[in-house]
Each structure stands twice: as structure tokens, then as C-alpha cells.
């Protein structure tokens, strides 16, 4: 299973745009990368998942490189309620894939 | 829909008592999970179940063990509690080949004295 590195903690004030970088140097060709979002007290959520180039959802958007060795979370405009953790991870979408959970990104978004 | 749900949502064992965790999905999905979260930790996969009638190991097995009571329940039992089985417990589902796209639910906080 390809490894992530991720930042331990970020901070951002509201209205900003917030990058947060993943790394996965060894992914797999037939790799995707997925990132959730956890809030104090909640399981996580997934917010998006790409394989190659660019994915936009309503929530996020997704950068992923040519060389796929890593992978960039963009939040629009932060608000205070984006204060999380948040979960990169990468892996095949096939039946005998188990889920790696890192220590994840902390999100700090002030006033 | 209430999407996963579990019970209870606080629990406080004494070490060596048993207990189930109980954990439900209506959305028919194939596949549910249980995992753990220490403080400030992520989550690690306890086990697993691929379809109904399977489970599987997943990281931190040890202590625990799983029924998948049919396609909508997926139960977590602890045997002989422990201290280090102090932690969150998180239950999950997921269709059938689209492993990644889990949804969790509300976790049961466990303490084990």
C-alpha cells in the first residue's frame, strides 16, 4: 500500500483558499486517492477522490500531477465550520483493499 | 435515511466484562467496516466485511470479533475488555467495489477501567 505523507497542522483565517499536500511517492498504477474530512466527535467524511489531473466537486477540488506522486486538497474560501481533520489516502478500489488511515491535516481556521 | 447508525453511544466497562457494539446501514451496501480511533490518532481498521457471510481481519483484530448478522448489521464484540481497548469505535459501509467511498457512522465512545 503506497504511504502518504501529509502536513500535521495548517492554519488559515476565513475567506481564504487552503492547499493542503499529500505525497504518495510509491502509488500504484492502479491506485485512486481519497480524502476525507473529520469533525470533533464524527467519523469522517469523504469529500473527494480522483485518479489523474483535476476533479471538482461542490465541496473541493482535487490537483493531481502527471507523475501522480502526489496530490493537492484545494478548500475554497475557508469558513470557521472547515475547521477538521483531514485524510488523504491512496489505494485500489478492489474488494481486497483495507483502508489506511494516517494521522491526517489539521485544519485550524481562524477569524 | 439514517445512513449508519450505532449503539450504544457511550459505554464504561470494567476490565474482563463483554459487550457488543451494535452497528446498522439502510443503504444497502454490501460492505461494512469497524475501526478504532485512539486521541489524536487516526483511524485502524479492526475488521471487515466484504459481503454478507464474510469477514475479514483487518489491522488491530486482537480482542475483538465481528458477526455480519445479515446485509444491514455488522456487530463488534469485545470478549474480555481491557484498558487498551479504550478508544472511539467506528462503524462503516461501503457499496461493493467502491471501497473508498465509506460512510461512517457516529462512533461509540468505549471506556475501559
Known amino acids: 500500500l503506497a504511504k502518504t505523507t501529509q502536513p500535521i497542522s495548517m492554519d488559515s483565517y476565513e475567506g481564504q483558499e487552503v492547499n493542503i499536500t499529500c505525497s504518495h511517492n510509491?502509488?500504484?498504477?492502479?491506485?485512486?486517492i481519497t480524502w476525507y474530512q473529520q469533525f470533533p466527535s464524527q467519523g469522517p467524511r469523504f469529500i473527494i477522490q480522483?485518479?489523474?489531473t483535476k476533479v471538482t466537486n461542490e465541496v473541493a477540488s482535487l490537483f493531481i500531477p502527471a507523475d501522480r506522486k502526489s496530490s493537492t486538497l484545494s478548500l475554497p474560501r475557508v469558513s470557521l465550520s472547515d475547521t477538521a481533520v483531514y485524510y488523504c489516502?491512496?489505494?485500489?478500489?478492489?474488494?481486497?483493499?483495507?483502508?489506511?488511515f494516517g494521522s491526517g491535516t489539521r485544519l485550524l481556521v481562524r477569524p | 435515511n439514517a445512513g449508519v447508525t450505532q449503539t450504544p453511544k457511550f459505554q464504561v466497562l470494567k476490565t474482563g466484562q463483554s459487550m457488543t457494539l451494535q452497528c446498522a446501514q439502510d443503504?444497502?451496501?454490501?460492505?461494512m467496516y469497524w475501526y478504532r480511533q485512539d486521541p489524536g490518532m487516526g483511524l485502524r481498521l479492526i475488521y471487515y466485511?466484504?459481503?454478507?457471510?464474510?469477514?475479514d481481519k483487518g489491522e488491530v483484530p486482537n480482542g475483538y470479533n465481528v458477526s455480519r448478522l445479515n446485509k444491514r448489521e455488522f456487530s463488534l464484540r469485545l470478549e474480555s475488555a481491557a484498558p487498551s481497548q479504550t478508544s472511539v469505535y467506528f462503524c462503516?459501509?461501503?457499496?461493493?467495489?467502491?471501497?473508498?467511498?465509506?460512510?461512517f457512522g457516529p462512533g461509540t465512545r468505549l471506556t475501559v477501567l
Open positions: 480522483g485518479y489523474k
Open positions: 466485511s466484504a459481503s454478507e457471510g464474510t469477514t
Open positions: 510509491n502509488i500504484a498504477t492502479n491506485d485512486y
Open positions: 489516502l491512496v489505494g485500489p478500489m478492489d474488494s481486497s483493499y483495507k483502508l489506511i
Open positions: 443503504m444497502n451496501h454490501n460492505s
Open positions: 462503516a459501509s461501503s457499496r461493493q467495489g467502491k471501497r473508498d467511498t465509506q460512510y
